[in-house]
C-alpha cells in the first residue's frame, strides 16, 4: 500500500504592465490563441506551459487588472511517498508512475518556434536521443535531402509559414519511404489521425505536448518501425 500526501509549491510571475481584458481571460490558454499580429506569435506559449503544468498534477491561476498588470500563480504538487510494501516485497507500477521510455535513435526536430524547438529538444535529449533542429521545414528538407538515412524519425510541427508539416511529411516520404514521421498540431480542420494516416505519417500528437505524451509516442514509432 503507498500513502501519499499531498502539499503545493507556489511559484509566481508578475508584471506591472496594462493588464489582461476580462473578455480573453479564459482563452489565455487555448493554443493558437494570440493578441498578437499576424506572423508575431502562434499562440501556443501559454498552451504548451499549461499542458506540462497539468501533467504534474499541478494548476495555474490568472490574476489582472487593466492599468495594473498580471500575475501567473503556478501550483506544482510536491509529493512525499512513504511506502509499505506487501508481502511480494514488490510495489505495483501504475501507466502514470511507470519510467518513460528511452532510446539512442537520432531525431530530426521542425518547428517554427524557437522556445518550442528548445523545449522538444531538452526534453528528447533527457529521453537520451540525439537531436538535430531546425527552425524552418524548407531548411529541414533541405537538411534531410543531404544524407536522408542520417535520421531515424522526424518530429514536426503542423503550421509553419512556407511549408506546412503536412506537406513536409510528403517530401520526406517522397524521398525516404521508410521515414517515421510524427506530426504535432493543435486544433485544425485540414488533418487529424485519420488523414494523418492516410499519408503514412506513423504518429499524430495534439498540441500542448506533455513530456509523457512525447516519450511514448517517440518509442512506439521507432519500435514499430524496427518490427
Known amino acids: 500500500m503507498m500513502v501519499i500526501s499531498l502539499r503545493y509549491a507556489m511559484l509566481t510571475v508578475s508584471d506591472t504592465g496594462s493588464g489582461i481584458s476580462p473578455e480573453i481571460m479564459d482563452k489565455l490558454f487555448d493554443p493558437y490563441f494570440t493578441t498578437k499580429e499576424n506572423g508575431k506569435g502562434t499562440g501556443l506559449g501559454l498552451s504548451v506551459v499549461h499542458g506540462i503544468v497539468k501533467s504534474y498534477g499541478g494548476q495555474i491561476k490568472v490574476y489582472s487588472e487593466l492599468g495594473q498588470g498580471t500575475s501567473f500563480h503556478v501550483y506544482l504538487p510536491v509529493i512525499n511517498k512513504t511506502a509499505e510494501i506487501e508481502e511480494t516485497g514488490e510495489i505495483e507500477e501504475t501507466g502514470e508512475n511507470r519510467p518513460l521510455p528511452t532510446g539512442n535513435e537520432r531525431i530530426l526536430v521542425v518547428d517554427d518556434e524557437a522556445p518550442i524547438i528548445r523545449l522538444e529538444e531538452a526534453l528528447l535529449k533527457k529521453f537520451g536521443y540525439e537531436v538535430t533542429s531546425r527552425t524552418g521545414s524548407i531548411d ?28 513536409l511529411a510528403k517530401e520526406l516520404i517522397s524521398i525516404r519511404p521508410d521515414i517515421p514521421v510524427i506530426l504535432c498540431t493543435g486544433f485544425s480542420e485540414r488533418i487529424d489521425k485519420e488523414k494523418a494516416d492516410a499519408m503514412g505519417i506513423k504518429g499524430f500528437l495534439m498540441k500542448p505536448i506533455v513530456n509523457r505524451d512525447m516519450a511514448r509516442m517517440v518509442r512506439k514509432v521507432l519500435d514499430e518501425k524496427a518490427k
Open 140 to 167: 529541414a528538407l533541405e537538411k534531410f535531402k543531404m544524407d536522408p538515412f542520417k535520421f531515424d524519425l522526424v518530429l514536426t510541427d503542423m503550421s509553419m509559414p512556407n511549408m506546412t508539416g503536412e506537406t
